[in-house]
């Protein structure tokens, strides 16, 4: 009889045991894969970041600059918020963001796209563009041509986006509308004084069949331009600098060597140098004035995909 009983005690113990042991082993964290194609390069001073949308809540998957075909992989997280995660969001952060900065994300919203099991695919729909759209077969041309010219300057130091002399249209076709918060801006990068590269603002815009807007605001649309009129499409004259914005670069501005970027900025960024996104470069060489060139789109034919698994 005693040794049954010291059985049945010796039973209890393994079992017991044996059920502490399952609850040791219960996972706690988890990490989530992202992988995606074609993310354009955002140079040194900004970076990738993932998100997963919790309720209100915001928990980041890790800063990336993106090397095609590698996976990125967040670190270890609480498995009840990654499996309750409702979508994932990628957006593009500063890479010199410190202390609380690094806590929540810019608003520059990338890609987004919505969690079915275990899987999220984010897309540039609605978030870097309007609807569903793209910069795949988008094209660009622009004259070097300035017709606000009076004694002083010639079409060297003038650059229009549009399609003919004299222009019907802007000089881009299949151009995207792009998602809230962002809008396009035009770019020539000339040497300075000292010889260092240094880019001037053509203007933003939204639609490149209407004038652009200045870097400096509304009130100073075309305040470079000469005293003669300029057509109202994306461009600029850069015969005179009235109100001395840089102070080291001589007016009226030779442009047939400089480097002409499209960027496509966040509404509140307010540096003076085009975002990490830059879908239009082409750079110039002895370029003739009056005369059409191609502004080369770098994301041609490029799909922009992605697929996050948790």
């Not at 609807?131 to 622009?142: D, H, I, M, R, V």
């Not at 001395?244 to 960024?269: G, M």
């Not at 975002?275 to 059409?292: E, H, I, Y």
Request: charged share 15%.
């Amino acid at each position: 009889m005693r040794k049954i009983v010291m059985s049945l005690a010796a039973l209890s113990i393994v079992t017991f045991t044996s059920c502490s042991d399952d609850n040791d082993n219960v996972a706690t964290t988890k990490t989530v894969t992202q992988a995606f194609q074609n993310l354009p390069d955002l140079g040194a001073n900004y970076v990738y970041e993932g998100w997963l949308i919790v309720g209100a809540e915001k928990i980041s998957t890790g800063r990336f600059s993106h090397t095609e075909g590698a996976n990125h992989t967040s670190g270890s997280i609480d498995i009840t918020k990654v499996n309750t995660a409702t979508e994932y969001v990628l957006t593009i952060e500063s890479a010199n963001e410190t202390g609380a900065d690094l806590s929540s994300p810019s608003g520059w919203i990338f890609s987004k796209g919505a969690f079915t099991n275990t899987t999220a695919t984010p897309s540039t729909n609605d978030a870097l563009y309007s609807g569903s759209s793209n910069l795949e077969t988008a094209t660009g041309q622009a004259f070097l041509k300035a017709p606000s010219v009076g004694t002083v300057g010639s079409d060297a130091n003038g650059i229009w986006f549009i399609d003919a002399l004299p222009p019907t249209t802007g000089g881009f076709t299949n151009l995207p509308t792009l998602g809230n918060g962002w809008i396009y801006e035009g770019w020539v990068v000339v040497n300075d004084n000292s010889g260092n590269p240094t880019p001037v603002s053509t203007g933003r815009f939204s639609d490149p069949n209407m004038a652009d807007v200045s870097f400096f605001g509304a009130a100073n649309n075309n305040e470079f331009k000469g005293p003669n009129g300029v057509p109202p499409f994306p461009g600029e004259d850069y015969i005179v600098d009235p109100n001395n914005r840089y102070p080291n670069v001589t007016f009226p501005i030779d442009l047939t060597n400089a480097t002409v970027v499209i960027s496509i900025e966040p509404t509140t960024n307010d540096a003076q140098a085009p975002f990490g996104l830059k879908p239009f470069v082409q750079a110039l060489s002895n370029q003739a004035v009056s005369t059409a060139f191609t502004v080369a789109n770098t994301y041609a034919g490029k799909a922009i995909s992605g697929t996050v698994t948790r």
